[in-house]
């Protein structure tokens, strides 16, 4: 079938101003390949990039947790042929930085991103380098395939930390990532995960991705509480909420010897209680950040490992998909949770 000269996509153009257009099909270079999207995930961090913050460029098409069907390929793509199923690494790496050199992409100091900084997926059509692209398995769904980044997020996070089979675990807040890594933890053998959420519905969820414990963090201190199930606390601590007062839990939850690591994004101060302070010194704690979700080779382990558990059926859930939308319900959908901010789990596109 030959390819239309246009196509459908969102556009941002200012926070809060977000439109559905028509406009000209992405041209590819010899090493990238077209890809009629079938899903785009809406990430975490769209939501201040469509609603306050805004992105690197104006008039951008966002989204960069996508799946598709291969249309059309450059003179040197040798990696995939048009009709193949795939996802794709929305990172474009410098390959010349320092952290590029050592295999560390997601330090890269020159980088180019499908759906912040370049064209994304919130479209009929993306434009996809070779190097990015991962083969689905017929099992693995497009929905799920889109849920890859969050996932793959997981993995480089938890990667961080040795989970041993008598480990204690917790995730605080258990949007995607959080379920992703409830999963993971159980995959790799961790004696209990407990998932801790200021929202009910996220909790119940955490439970049906396999979490022995859930707690409500606004019901109950989530520190004490996690005590009170694993005396000494929890042994590998991830916060995927990037709310400080979680952070500060974290240290407070910890066992001597523990990993804390934090992935939630946060635009905020986090203060240490003295007691927090102290658990860190004297439980000699191992404080660790985790950025995204790239290794050596490009886009690295976590994205083929993730595509693998998926395709295992341990990642991955259709109830994490909390909206479906068509692109034209785009820019209402939008405004409505600037308006509301509504509850959300993972939000779909079906272009
Ligand atoms: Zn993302
Ligand atoms: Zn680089």
């Not at 890859?148 to 997981?154: K, L, R, S």
């Not at 660790?288 to 991955?316: A, C, D, H, I």
Request: overall charge negative; aromatic content about 6%.
């Amino acid at each position: 079938m030959p390819l239309p000269h246009t196509m459908n996509a969102l556009k941002l153009y200012a926070p809060g101003d977000i439109r559905f257009e028509t406009v000209p099909l992405p041209r590819i270079k010899d090493d990238e390949v077209l890809v009629n999207v079938k899903a785009c995930g809406v990430c975490g961090s769209d939501i201040p990039r469509l609603l306050t913050h805004g992105a690197h460029r104006a008039e951008l098409i966002p989204g960069h947790e996508f799946s598709g069907v291969v249309v059309a390929v450059g003179k040197d793509v040798d990696n995939v042929a048009p009709g193949r199923r795939v996802t794709a690494a929305p990172l474009i790496p410098c390959m010349k930085c320092q952290w590029c050199d050592k295999g560390h992409y997601s330090l890269c100091e020159n980088y180019d991103y499908l759906g912040s900084r370049s064209d994304g997926a919130m479209a009929e059509y993306v434009r996809v380098p070779k190097a990015n692209l991962l083969p689905l398995p017929d099992s693995v769904a497009f929905e799920a395939a889109a849920m890859v980044d969050p996932a793959a997020n997981a993995v480089h996070a938890l990667d961080k930390a040795e989970i041993a089979p008598d480990s204690a675990v917790a995730i605080f807040g258990v949007g995607p990532i959080g379920l992703f890594a409830i999963q993971l933890a159980k995959h790799l053998g961790a004696k209990i995960v407990i998932g801790v959420d200021v929202n009910e519905e996220k909790l119940a969820l955490a439970k049906t991705a396999g979490c022995d414990a859930v707690i409500n963090s606004l019901k109950q201190d989530p520190a004490q509480a996690i005590r009170e199930i694993v005396p000494g606390g929890a042994n590998v601590i991830l916060d995927a909420s990037g709310a400080p007062i979680a952070q500060h839990q974290c240290a407070l939850a910890a066992a001597n010897h523990a990993a804390v690591i934090f992935l939630g994004i946060s635009h905020d101060s986090l203060t240490l209680s003295e007691k927090a302070v102290d658990r860190i010194l004297r439980g000699e704690l191992c404080l660790r950040g985790s950025w995204n979700s790239f290794s050596k080779p490009f886009p690295g382990r976590e994205w083929t490992y993730s595509v693998e558990l998926m395709e295992q059926g341990v990642f991955g859930n259709p109830s994490f998909i909390s909206h479906r939308l068509r692109l034209n319900e785009g820019p209402e959908f939008f405004t409505a949770l600037a308006k509301d901010r509504f509850n959300f789990n993972k939000i779909m596109f079906l272009p």
